[in-house]
């Protein structure tokens, strides 16, 4: 089965840029979940979805950051524009069912500059 | 807000020791608990879980204990290997599938 899939890896931008993430989750899995994970931390919700629909977004920064879900698949999450703060690794996990069956992928590590 | 945290950053063992990490969450609602491992470079990976009407349970060289009364988690691993250094985070289940996380522990293991 293959697993979460997420790009870029790495991305480098200077601040006031703009960026975008993409998560393709585990096929058949409804939920989708968008973390923010700065060094030494422990992973930040910042959306989750279920299906094309937002579940819980409290915590997303939402005068920079947006995510979408387009037919219940693939997701994106954009930071238009970034600050210094934002430099973090971004998770993406799924789920088909109860959050502890949520697979993460290897995340993409952001450093604004 | 409600938080969970952990009380020990690091943790150094010898190979084959028994480690345990603690960890200490503030929301009573919470109905679940779950214990991730993280290595370098990789998203969190299910280690075990435990539900709150129950104290322990068991994996394979695993063990997780709830005490309730004083809000407190544990996750034991019997002989340690190396394979084992990673950083370990416990999660809660707050309600809805939200997940909350821990700062995290870093297990070193030492041959």
């Known amino acids: 089965e293959a697993g979460v899939a997420q790009s870029p890896r790495y991305k480098i931008i200077e601040k006031r840029q703009s960026v975008a993430f993409w998560c393709n989750p585990i096929?058949?899995?409804?939920?989708l979940y968008w973390y923010q994970q700065i060094l030494g931390q422990g992973p930040k919700l910042l959306i989750q979805?279920?299906?094309?629909?937002?579940?819980?977004d409290s915590q997303l920064p939402k005068d920079r950051f947006s995510a979408e879900r387009l037919k219940g698949v693939d997701s994106t999450l954009k930071i238009q524009p970034a600050k210094l703060e934002d430099s973090a690794v971004y998770l993406c996990?799924?789920?088909?069912?109860?959050?502890?069956?949520?697979?993460f992928g290897q995340g993409t590590r952001l450093t604004v500059v | 807000g409600e938080s969970v945290g952990l009380h020990l950053p690091t943790l150094s063992v010898q190979e084959g020791d028994n480690s345990i990490i603690n960890c200490a969450y503030s929301?009573?609602?919470?109905?679940?608990f779950i214990w991730y491992k993280q290595e370098s470079g990789k998203g969190p990976q299910f280690i075990i879980d435990?539900?709150?009407?129950?104290d322990k349970r068991q994996g394979q060289r695993v063990t997780v204990l709830l005490n309730k009364t004083v809000k407190h988690l544990s996750l034991q691993i019997a002989a340690t290997q190396p394979g084992d250094s990673a950083v370990y985070f416990c999660?809660?289940?707050?309600?809805?599938?939200?997940?909350?996380f821990g700062t995290g522990t870093r297990l070193l293991v030492s041959p």
């Open positions: 996990a799924s789920s088909a069912g109860p959050v502890t069956e949520a697979f």
């Open positions: 096929s058949g899995h409804a939920t």
């Open positions: 979805f279920q299906n094309n629909g937002v579940v819980d």
């Open positions: 929301n009573s609602a919470s109905d679940y």
């Open positions: 435990i539900r709150s009407n129950m």
């Open positions: 999660a809660e289940n707050t309600g809805f599938q939200k997940l909350v």
